[in-house]
């Protein structure tokens, strides 16, 4: 009996479910879609995957095919419908069972749904959560409904009532015949219809996408440099490679666990320090889970205008006030400073995305989900819960009842005292204004 791994949001061979499950058959073979869905221009106008998360992920993809291959697991990879390459292969194959990763948002069900329209009943689905910190079946809420609004309640409860389940480690070397003929390909740029990014040497975020540069990144941050023992203190900068641990990117495809993440955080806490900056890194960690909880539980609600709260605002959408925001062109240079970031990276650190989304929203009076777009085009890291959901608290329709608006002004005086980072990017053009 032949099983399929159909990878998505988890690029991964350590600490995979659904690997571990298709590997108590006898054959295993893995597969990648480039679903061109992900490639095409999306409701607000913006492509869905620009340049920097796709080379991203062809390099996450490239070292899950290495990866594999060390296990004598084929990785089969298109570009194209999902509902076309993966049921063909399935038959081809004669696959009994495809494991995958359970996602639950419009375009990945879309994609789900259409390829298990073409499989048909002859092969049987199973779809695993394993994207998050604390399983599903671990919290301390029965129904998805009864998820609080607000992170601290959640976060309490999980901390009090919920374990972090252990890593499962995959060992199983297949033998050499279940590493059957694969001519397919990876994609460059070009084939996904995308240009090559322009380095540039003030990337906050000059890493590689892959299962192995993510343990290298935690090899950096925890272990050589000792930087996760200062995490909280620094984790607002804005300048450089280390003022937080990076591993977002890796997160959002799954190159590397929330798991993984935490039991190596554990590891440095009795081995090296335990301290509130240790302890803050598994904080911003069920802040990555409440995300997803929160979209588990309203659904689409995540991308409407009145957002979870059901909330109208006398929302705006002025096109050059598009250009101008994106283009980093407003009368803000802590604005502009971060708009140039992401449009020249792919990055933005977490204090410019709350500043620059305040500024889209609450300032000019923006439709938010326009900014949500352009977000989910340009960052490598995006992650379809923590965008919308950071977007809607953000605008005032998520989870924070407050409805706050950042002062930009003061945020640059306190976080970008000396302007470094204004002038990093902005190179004295617009600083003065
Ligand atoms: C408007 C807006 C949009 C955002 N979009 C995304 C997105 O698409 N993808 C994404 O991963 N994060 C998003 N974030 C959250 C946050 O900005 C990034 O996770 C963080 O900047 C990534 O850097 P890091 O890995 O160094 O984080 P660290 O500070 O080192 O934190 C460790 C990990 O905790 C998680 N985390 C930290 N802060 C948050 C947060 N506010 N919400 C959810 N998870 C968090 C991330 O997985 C992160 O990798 C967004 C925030 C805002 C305000």
């Known amino acids: 009996?032949?099983?399929?791994?159909?990878?998505?949001?988890?690029?991964?061979?350590?600490?995979?479910?659904s690997l571990?499950?298709?590997s108590k058959g006898e054959k295993v073979m893995g597969?990648?879609?480039?679903d061109t869905l992900y490639f095409e221009k999306g409701d607000f106008g913006f492509k869905k995957t620009e340049r920097f998360r796709a080379k991203f992920l062809i390099?996450?993809?490239?070292?899950?095919?290495?990866?594999l291959k060390k296990f004598n697991i084929p990785l089969f990879v298109y570009v194209g419908k999902s509902a076309e390459h993966i049921p063909k292969l399935a038959k081809e194959h004669q696959v009994h069972k495809i494991y995958l990763q359970k996602e639950w948002t419009r375009d990945e069900v879309f994609i789900s749904d259409s390829v298990k329209r073409e499989v048909g009943e002859a092969v049987q689905f199973e779809e695993t959560y394993d994207q998050f910190l604390f399983h599903p079946e671990d919290i301390p809420y029965r129904e998805f409904e009864n998820i609080p609004k607000v992170f601290t309640e959640f976060r309490k409860k999980c901390e009090?009532?919920?374990m972090v389940r252990p890593e499962v480690s995959f060992e199983k070397i297949f033998p050499i015949t279940n590493y059957v003929e694969n001519h397919t390909k990876l994609p460059s740029l070009t084939d996904l219809g995308l240009s090559e990014p322009t380095p540039d040497s003030r990337s906050a975020f000059p890493f590689q996408g892959g299962?192995?540069?993510?343990?290298?990144?935690?090899?950096?941050y925890f272990w050589e440099t000792k930087k996760l023992a200062y995490y909280k203190k620094t984790r607002n900068g804005l300048v450089g490679t280390d003022y937080s641990s990076k591993l977002s990117a890796w997160l959002a495809n799954g190159s590397i666990s929330a798991r993984s993440i935490y039991w190596q955080v554990k590891k440095f806490e009795k081995e090296v320090k335990k301290n509130e900056d240790t302890y803050w890194l598994v904080f911003e960690l069920i802040w990555r889970d409440f995300f997803k909880y929160v979209s588990l539980k309203h659904g689409p609600k995540i991308f409407r205008l009145k957002g979870i709260l059901d909330k109208q605002y006398d929302w705006?959408?002025?096109?050059?006030?598009?250009?101008?925001?994106?283009?980093g062109n407003i009368p803000d240079a802590f604005v502009n400073a971060n708009m140039k970031e992401l449009e020249k990276t792919g990055w933005m650190s977490n204090r410019g995305r709350q500043n620059v989304a305040s500024y889209w929203a609450k300032e000019l009076e923006q439709d938010w989900r326009f900014g949500a777009a352009y977000f989910e085009s340009m960052l490598i890291d995006y992650d379809v819960h923590s965008n919308w959901g950071n977007w809607m608290y953000n605008s005032g329709v998520g989870n924070d009842p407050r409805d706050r608006k950042f002062n930009t002004k003061l945020q640059a005086e306190r976080y970008d005292p000396n302007g470094k980072f204004q002038k990093h990017w902005l190179q004295g053009s617009l600083f003065d204004q």
Do not use: G, P
């Open 1 to 17: 009996m032949t099983n399929l791994v159909w990878f998505r949001n988890d690029l991964r061979v350590q600490d995979n479910s």
């Open 20 to 22: 571990l499950k298709a």
């Open 31 to 34: 597969v990648y879609c480039f």
């Open 59 to 67: 390099e996450s993809v490239r070292e899950l095919r290495e990866n």
């Open 160 to 162: 009090k009532f919920s």
């Open 211 to 220: 299962e192995t540069q993510a343990l290298r990144r935690i090899a950096h």
């Open 316 to 327: 705006q959408l002025d096109q050059s006030k598009l250009d101008q925001w994106i283009e």
